[in-house]
């Protein structure tokens, strides 16, 4: 009986026959000359390591015992190792013991008590923008996720038709140009550092904000300035938001070290709450990889605060359901462990207490360390002026120290630190400032 097209189609002999057909393709195929990548170096230039893990990448190699990390933004005990604040880890047992702990999504805008907390952490509890509802909060992923966030909403709501520009501190967290360039905003620096005093180039950052274009966004680090160490005096503030209300520019706090820098969360927190109360409309990103200790949990917050009128409920509610967009379209909703870590503490009086505790503890040991590396450098006579190294506050110190004499340090004595001359306070400790401190002078001796 003659087969039919159909029955030919289906018998053994026709699949054997497609078979070898389709694997016969396939060989050709590899065989064919063709683009091998789309993404040939014009395309995708080799990008540089990250200064900062790469430093770290060296540190790991050093096998040298007296080696010391100045490079890590990390905070170390006096043992250079990290450490888990005490408070982080009773919560963590509660959390563990919880029956009802599960791993649901949390809500698009992230866990509701710690959002809550967080906004009453950075204003203050009793804050007008709290009381008049003048403020919407995302959970984020930690800081870089809130400035990020941040910066995507600005780059899409702010003005969107003019030509906007971006001021950061010169120097800033490197990271701010990369965040913001990636959502389209271009960047300039306003003078921050002054060379000659170590301090803050005040004149020079005021001159510029007032030369800027009227309403530029201006990118300000709250406390405890990274990588310098130098911040403004309460003084210097009201000036700073003289000319940020003139000009009417936006300020966009970054706050990375509430607590960590003094050991006063309030003292942490007056640059803010002073623009909050005098009107300010900003955006905060908010930080608790440093003050928690809970880095690699990418635990954040991000706000939105409109300045006081009869419309500002409904401004924040057409900006809080755009921010729910952008969020649900980048991570969907924010990882829970971190958060809920700093919720249990951040709402309970007793453990709020002892997180208190531990922050003093962290900016204690290195203030200590401040004073114990001035007052080495001084006794040896060192050549320059070390007051700088007291007057800085927070993690990180701006030395003054050349890019050769930086060199000179690892090569020499195994310390490892930024080029630009920034130091961890962090990395000192009562075993290692003594032998940092000669190596310092050795290097400066041995350049001049
Ligand atoms: C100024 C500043 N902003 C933001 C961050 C964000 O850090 P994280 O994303 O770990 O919270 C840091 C961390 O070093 C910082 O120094």
């Not at 396939?26 to 000359?33: E, G, I, K, M, T």
């Not at 990448?57 to 006096?78: C, S, T, W």
């Not at 709250?222 to 938001?241: L, M, R």
């Not at 908010?286 to 939105?304: D, I, M, P, T």
């Amino acid at each position: 009986m003659p087969l039919s097209p159909k029955s030919l189609k289906n018998s053994p002999s026709s699949n054997l026959q497609t078979h070898s057909q389709s694997r016969l393709s396939q060989v050709s195929s590899h065989l064919a000359p063709m683009a091998s990548t789309s993404f040939n170096a014009d395309a995708v230039p080799q990008a540089p390591e990250d200064a900062l893990f790469g430093l770290m990448a060296a540190f790991r190699r050093d096998e040298d015992p007296k080696k010391v990390d100045l490079g890590i933004g990390a905070y170390r005990d006096n043992n250079a190792k990290p450490w888990v604040l005490p408070v982080v880890k009773r919560a963590d047992e509660i959390l563990r013991k919880d029956p009802n702990l599960n791993h649901e999504y949390l809500p698009i805008a992230g866990l509701p008590d710690f959002i809550s907390a967080s906004q009453k952490l950075i204003l203050g509890a009793d804050s007008p923008a709290l009381k008049e509802k003048r403020i919407t909060s995302l959970q984020t992923i930690s800081g870089t996720g809130a400035v990020h966030l941040g910066a995507l909403f600005l780059s899409k709501f702010y003005n969107p038709t003019t030509e906007r520009k971006v001021y950061f501190s010169d120097p800033t967290w490197p990271n701010h140009f990369q965040i913001f360039s990636n959502v389209g905003l271009s960047s300039q620096t306003y003078p921050y550092f002054s060379k000659q005093t170590k301090g803050l180039d005040f004149e020079g950052m005021i001159g510029s904000l007032q030369n800027a274009a009227e309403g530029s966004i201006v990118v300000l680090h709250a406390c405890a300035h990274n990588p310098t160490g130098v911040d403004p005096t309460q003084e210097q503030w009201k000036e700073i938001a003289k000319v940020i209300r003139e000009k009417k520019h936006f300020p966009f706090f970054d706050t990375a070290y509430q607590g960590f820098a003094s050991g006063d969360l309030a003292k942490d927190g007056w640059a803010i709450r002073y623009f909050i109360e005098q009107g300010f409309e900003t955006c905060i990103a908010q930080s608790y990889a440093k003050n928690f200790g809970l880095y690699g949990e990418r635990a954040g917050c991000f706000h939105f605060i409109t300045s006081p009128s009869s419309d500002a409920e409904s401004t924040v509610s057409r900006v809080a359901s755009q921010l729910a967009i952008l969020q649900r379209s980048e991570i969907s909703n924010p990882p829970a462990y971190g958060a809920r870590i700093a919720s249990l503490v951040l709402n309970d009086k007793e453990l709020f207490a002892e997180w208190e505790a531990n922050l003093r503890t962290m900016s204690g040991r290195i203030i200590d360390m401040r004073k114990a590396l001035r007052s080495k450098l001084e006794e040896m006579d060192t050549p320059g002026k070390w007051n700088h190294i007291t007057e800085q506050i927070g993690m990180f110190s701006f030395t003054g120290l050349t890019e050769e004499q930086v060199l000179k340090l690892r090569e020499d004595s195994h310390v490892y630190m930024t080029k630009n001359g920034r130091i961890s306070m962090a990395g000192l400790n009562t075993n290692n400032i003594e032998y940092f401190a000669k190596a310092v002078d050795s290097a400066v001796r041995g350049t001049q």
